[in-house]
């Protein structure tokens, strides 16, 4: 496969991070980058010390769509903050005619079903847009659809991840939609807490954030590869600190079902405590965005899910 040149929309931490690893690749670079502030575009590509030539911009995501025939694939690295917010974006795309491919590490299932919604329009285009293509989903779900081939019925799919940050003003968005999963919390009251008010909240918490039953996408991901009937049979949950780097807790997918001869057992994947959360999201990501240049190649458009394929290895 000839080299991949990539557009990143959103330069926070994940954005960052994969400047980083795209630097490792050779068959893959970021071209383009834009945030809320500006943009850059470089045919050379770009590496996060370029990213103080940042170009301020009213409209960063025009600027980047405007520069639509400069890249093959989008990473989209941008908040899931509100549901709205990245179909929103992909939109404009679709309405700039954009020919392309998508991944994301969309996380959220109602922002998740937003998107399949567009799945007619991406298709109309001949787009390829491979969602929920992180850590979870992504890397932990895919790994369920491979450990659900040793049964017949499957009863649970139970994901607990552990990240750790030595700073949480690195990942603000990230953290932002940890909250936004805590009881008491909503997208829209964490989209709006001040940089003061996610400190206090931290600060009372012992810089962690404890979060059970998530609204994570790879419950309907999961369905839709058809691993399980329901998304009740789907949980998802985890241990954020933000106060150091060390894992609080191993990242684990455990998948629990019955054999054709009627025993019940448990597949797991464990991901390395030394890998860390960039790590475990950019990669697969990247991964997908090979995959996605490969489906359109072959002349498969639409929306897609990371449960549907396999990540190709992007050398």
Known sequence: MKGIKIAVLGAGGIGRACLDVAAKKKELKVVAICDSSGYLYSAKGICVKDLKRFRPSKDPIE??????????????ALPNLPNEFIPGVVKRFIKADYSGVFTCALKRTSAMKLMMKLSPDLRRNQNVYIAGC???????????VLAAQSFTKIEDVSIWWGVGISNWDAYRSTIREDIAHLPGYTVDRAKKMT???????????DGKLVLHDMEHADDILL???GVV???????????MDTRHAK?????TMTLTGITFEGKRSSHKFILGDETSMAAN?????????????????????????????MPMVVR
Do not use: C, N
């Open 281 to 309: 999201v950019i990669g697969p990501a990247l991964g997908y965005m090979k995959r996605a240049i490969w489906l359109k190649k072959h002349k498969i458009y639409g929306m897609f899910g990371s449960t549907e394929f």
């Open 223 to 225: 369905k839709k590869a």
């Open 63 to 76: 600027d980047i769509i405007k520069l639509k025939d400069k890249y093959d694939g989008i990473f989209v």
């Open 247 to 251: 894992k609080p807790v191993s990242t």
């Open 195 to 205: 940089d003061k008010e996610v400190e206090q909240l931290l600060s009372k918490r």
């Open 229 to 239: 009937d329901l998304l009740s049979k789907v949980s998802v949950g985890g241990v």
């Open 134 to 144: 992180g850590a979870t989903p992504g890397l932990l779900s895919a790994a369920a």
